[in-house]
């Protein structure tokens, strides 16, 4: 008797396969892409050093959870700046441990922001790298101290409408900002986890050690999710951890008074 496997198309061998995988239990790595878009348009000067002792900071405590979760979780690391004269892929999903530190040369801040396109042109690309990946989840973090100004290719409804549905596949966004109205800029891009930060050396610090203290929280949760010996978490499942990790960190700088 034939096997009924064999009368398939590929593409139903391959639809089949990944159902299979996404109701495994937690064998395998979790691949986690650590996405940070910094805004490097001109008014980016004041603060430069700071964004780059900041981005590097972050960088270091990523490196430490692909140390410290080596066992259950794979990191990569994908940084662009931008600015309306040119977008720069720094790093494209480049293993955390390979990835060299951020140097003056490497952000200049010049010209505008054109938010809209840096997220919109940086999140469709790595969507369309993992999407057929079943254990992976997105991580991605805006700093900005302005608004949208200068985006010729993606709207506000653009973007409001791809985080949306980012969202549903577990993706998580945090949006850190100052010289705006943080909440209210990142709500038209159906962004929920802000941080606003003082537009100075110090706010930019404090942003940063916020955000690599809630990565290393988010980290850690999956790491007893996967040791755990239960069923593989779905994608929704990283977005609420994600979440979580987001408000514990909110409600320890609050007891903090910042």
């Given at each position: 008797?034939?096997?009924?496997?064999?009368?398939?198309?590929?593409?139903?061998?391959?639809?089949?396969?990944?159902?299979?995988?996404?109701?495994?239990?937690?064998?395998?790595?979790?691949?986690?892409?650590?996405?940070?878009?910094?805004?490097?348009?001109?008014?980016?000067?004041?603060?430069?050093?700071?964004?780059?002792?900041?981005?590097?900071?972050?960088?270091?405590?990523?490196?430490?959870?692909?140390?410290?979760?080596?066992?259950?979780?794979?990191?990569?690391?994908?940084?662009?700046?931008?600015?309306?004269?040119?977008?720069?892929?720094?790093?494209?999903?480049?293993?955390?441990?390979?990835?060299?530190?951020?140097?003056?040369?490497?952000?200049?801040?010049?010209?505008?922001?054109?938010?809209?396109?840096?997220?919109?042109?940086?999140?469709?690309?790595?969507?369309?790298?993992?999407?057929?990946?079943?254990?992976a989840t997105v991580v991605v973090t805006i700093i900005t101290d302005g608004m949208e100004n200068a985006s010729r290719e993606y709207s506000a409804k653009a973007i409001n409408n791809l985080v949306k549905d980012l969202r549903k596949e577990g993706w998580t966004f945090t949006y850190m900002g100052t010289n705006q109205d943080v909440i209210e800029e990142a709500a038209k891009m159906a962004i929920n986890n802000t941080r606003s930060f003082s537009y100075n050396n110090d706010g930019v610090a404090y942003a940063m050690e916020a955000?690599?203290?809630?990565?290393?929280?988010?980290?850690?949760?999956?790491?007893?999710?996967?040791?755990?010996?239960?069923?593989?978490?779905?994608?929704?499942?990283?977005?609420?951890?994600?979440?979580?990790?987001?408000?514990?960190?909110?409600?320890?700088?609050?007891?903090?008074?910042?």
């Amino acid at each position: 008797m034939a096997n009924k496997n064999e009368n398939k198309s590929f593409s139903e061998k391959i639809k089949d396969f990944f159902a299979n995988q996404e109701n495994t239990t937690t064998g395998g790595k979790t691949q986690v892409f650590n996405v940070v878009i910094l805004d490097r348009s001109g008014s980016m000067s004041s603060i430069r050093q700071a964004a780059l002792s900041g981005f590097n900071e972050t960088l270091r405590g990523i490196q430490q959870a692909q140390k410290q979760f080596a066992e259950t979780q794979d990191h990569f690391v994908s940084l662009l700046t931008f600015c309306s004269c040119h977008m720069d892929n720094v790093y494209d999903k480049t293993p955390a441990l390979e990835a060299r530190e951020l140097t003056p040369a490497d952000y200049e801040p010049c010209c505008c922001t054109p938010l809209y396109d840096a997220m919109g042109l940086t999140i469709t690309s790595m969507r369309d790298y993992v999407k057929n990946i079943p254990d992976a989840t997105v991580v991605v973090t805006i700093i900005t101290d302005g608004m949208e100004n200068a985006s010729r290719e993606y709207s506000a409804k653009a973007i409001n409408n791809l985080v949306k549905d980012l969202r549903k596949e577990g993706w998580t966004f945090t949006y850190m900002g100052t010289n705006q109205d943080v909440i209210e800029e990142a709500a038209k891009m159906a962004i929920n986890n802000t941080r606003s930060f003082s537009y100075n050396n110090d706010g930019v610090a404090y942003a940063m050690e916020a955000d690599r203290s809630q990565r290393m929280n988010f980290y850690g949760r999956m790491d007893r999710r996967k040791r755990s010996g239960g069923p593989r978490a779905s994608k929704l499942e990283m977005a609420e951890m994600a979440d979580l990790a987001y408000e514990e960190e909110e409600e320890r700088n609050k007891k903090k008074g910042k």
